[in-house]
């Protein structure tokens, strides 16, 4: 991993030497890694949509076949093929991106080790916004400052992610069983995304909230003008 962390290092500080805002930096950052995982962030996309067009389908079979797991089963694998989808479709994509993120993150939890020298970030302006130091999280500014102003300014981005994060869900929410099974997972990922931001320096925070931006942004743009092409493959 280290060769992934010295690789993104390496590209976060071209960028900031291009425009020498460590913060924007961060922003651009985050673009870029956007855009390089963005085919397969579509494919995962394509799938949900997917997935949501059949899933009415699929709850009429959990109904009728409720005594029957085999038969249910069967008909299920008869139902994927019918729409040529398989539900390791959208599990893939995400797999496969993440080295790429693992590689961000290390990256910009340690920009002192893989993006500039000790003495360098030393000198560096941590200002971006309302925040004063990217490096420290939220519960660091309140454990030195208590309820104050700056401590309830650093919980702005965190909130926004987890605001974002909500919303990404409900993007990809479809109704029935199946999706009942969700509701835990996304109770926990927003816990944990809540977690992160409270925890984890204001920089990658800022990193995760853009991200998570990104991608409500392609959601909607994709449901919008770019909606799947169902094809039924006739028995």
Do not use: H
Not at 4 to 13: D, K, N, P, S, V
Not at 57 to 84: I, R, S, V
Not at 185 to 207: D, P, R
């Amino acid at each position: 991993m280290t060769f992934l962390y010295q690789l993104f290092g390496t590209i976060l500080r071209f960028i900031y030497d291009l425009i020498g805002n460590y913060g924007w930096s961060i922003v651009i950052f985050s673009l870029f890694a956007k855009i390089i995982t963005l085919p397969l962030t579509i494919k995962q996309t394509r799938s949900m949509q997917m997935m949501q067009y059949i899933n009415p389908k699929m709850t009429e079979l959990q109904k009728k076949y409720a005594n029957n797991k085999e038969k249910l089963n069967e008909e299920m694998m008869k139902l994927y093929q019918q729409y040529n989808y398989s539900p390791l479709s959208g599990c893939l994509p995400l797999l496969i991106q993440m080295p790429i993120l693992m590689g961000l993150w290390g990256a910009l939890r340690n920009p002192e080790l893989y993006v500039f020298s000790s003495a360098e970030f030393a000198n560096i302006s941590q200002n971006f916004l309302w925040i004063n130091n990217m490096t420290y999280s939220p519960l660091q500014i309140f454990q030195q400052n208590g309820f104050t102003l700056v401590f309830f300014l650093s919980l702005i981005i965190p909130a926004v992610s987890v605001a974002l994060t909500i919303w990404q869900q409900k993007q990809t929410t479809s109704q029935g069983p199946s999706q009942q099974n969700m509701k835990g997972m996304q109770i926990f990922m927003t816990v944990f995304i809540a977690y992160m931001g409270f925890t984890f320096t204001q920089g990658l925070a800022i990193y995760w909230t853009f991200q998570t931006a990104l991608t409500v942004a392609q959601n909607l743009i994709m449901n919008k003008f770019f909606p799947p092409k169902i094809i039924e493959i006739k028995k």
